[in-house]
């Protein structure tokens, strides 16, 4: 039997907890994930694997293939997965809730300073600090996790091609990362396919959206972003262009305004998604901004709750565990590639590349939490904006 093709089931290595416990992790993690998806991947990846263990790294990668299939936020996603798989359907509302929460309260109480001053609070000091502490925890868990997901040279092979189609070519994040689970379940397949044995499996995921014109403005803004919610693959930043033609092409919002919106979601913590509450907000006060969040992280919900309990068959299956293999390294090698963007554009002076060097050290060598390293980071940032000011 090919080596690639072995099965490595993701047992927790701990006993379940509560959905307590994991609305206390969730909520202390949303208060420091900063730097975008692939960094709340890192956190997360240091947090429940290294540190407590909640689920072997097989496991871990299994759940960060299945949040690249499903459309929603991959991060939200995956703590969703994690919460689950430690706490049943408890845990899955729990984590949800507990790594977004912090988020839109931070994002709210900016959304009220910007309608009532009109203009976005500085705070890309923060951003100094923290990106070059963000790219080490990101190329740790590179690292951990690429060692499980290389299984040998096919998929090494795959993964390589994932990262020149992404980085490269600029093909789109569904296609490298479904076209790398197919080649990978062919080809470790193949002795099948020629006896004709092992059916291919075929996957569908089909949203609904319901819209009615005669609603009100809430209502409206709950459907447009449940919408977004339900359709939306790739990056949080995949975001910008629907909330281009949802709300600047119609006139709802201006291009100064939907720019203001991204910058406040890439200054806080968690995930990027948040920036409908800023929207919603604007559009109808409160009542607009827990629409608006509730609607965009609703599917989400949904589909992880559909599709969690298929991830331990899906590795059980030699078609679909080896589509997983694929999906799994394809996903780190986009990993990768947005890692070496962020680098570029955080790690731009001799400070930043002292910071990304001691954090990664103290990762390494003396394995401080990445929830620590982040806070320092902030320090930092706070530090040399007072320095030169």
């Not at 909520?27 to 975008?36: D, N, Y």
């Not at 790294?57 to 960060?64: R, S």
């Not at 068959?313 to 990993?335: E, H, I, Q, T, Y």
């Not at 002076?349 to 620590?372: C, K, M, P, Q, Y």
Request: aromatic letters at 12%; charged letters at 10%.
């Amino acid at each position: 039997m090919d080596p690639e093709a072995a099965i490595h089931p993701g047992e927790p290595s701990s006993p379940p907890g509560t959905a307590r416990e994991v609305l206390l992790q969730f909520l202390r993690l949303g208060l420091v994930a900063f730097g975008g998806p692939a960094a709340h991947l890192g956190l997360m990846q240091d947090e429940f694997v290294r540190r407590r263990k909640w689920i072997d790294e097989q496991g871990f990668l299994d759940f960060v293939g299945a949040t690249n299939l499903i459309p929603g936020p991959n991060s939200t996603e995956l703590a969703m997965f994690l919460g689950q798989h430690r706490a049943g359907w408890r845990g899955l509302i729990a984590a949800g809730t507990g790594f977004t929460f912090p988020a839109f309260m931070i994002v709210l109480l900016l959304s009220i300073a910007y309608a009532r001053y009109g203009a976005t609070p500085q705070g890309t000091w923060i951003l100094a600090g923290v990106k070059p502490v963000v790219v080490a925890v990101i190329a740790y868990a590179l690292w951990t996790l690429g060692r499980r997901a290389v299984k040998g040279w096919l998929t090494a092979a795959i993964g390589l091609a994932a990262f020149a189609a992404y980085f490269g070519a600029g093909w789109g994040e569904l296609g490298v990362i479904v076209l790398g689970g197919v080649c990978a379940a062919l080809a470790l397949n193949y002795r099948r396919l020629r006896r004709g044995t092992g059916g291919l499996p075929v996957l569908a995921f089909l949203p609904p959206v319901l819209q009615s014109e005669a609603m009100n403005e809430v209502w409206r803004l709950f459907l447009t972003f449940a919408k977004i919610g339900a359709v939306l693959y790739g990056t949080g930043y995949v975001l910008i262009a629907f909330l281009y033609g949802e709300f600047v092409d119609t006139g709802v919002l201006t291009q100064q305004q939907l720019i203001d919106a991204v910058a406040i979601g890439q200054l806080t913590p968690g995930p990027l998604f948040t920036t409908a509450t800023f929207i919603g907000y604007q559009l109808a006060g409160l009542p607009g901004a827990i629409a608006a969040t509730v609607g965009i992280f609703l599917p989400p919900f949904i589909f992880v709750a559909i599709s969690s309990p298929w991830i331990p068959r899906m590795r059980r299956s030699p078609w679909l565990g080896a589509f997983l293999d694929g999906v799994n390294v394809s996903a780190l090698a986009l990993m990768g590639a947005v890692t070496l963007r962020l680098a570029r554009a955080a790690v731009i002076d001799l400070a930043g590349v002292i910071e990304a060097v001691v954090a990664a050290v103290l990762l390494i060598r003396f394995r401080v939490s990445a929830t620590w390293l982040v806070l320092a980071g902030v320090a930092v940032g706070l530090v040399r904006y007072l320095l030169s000011g």
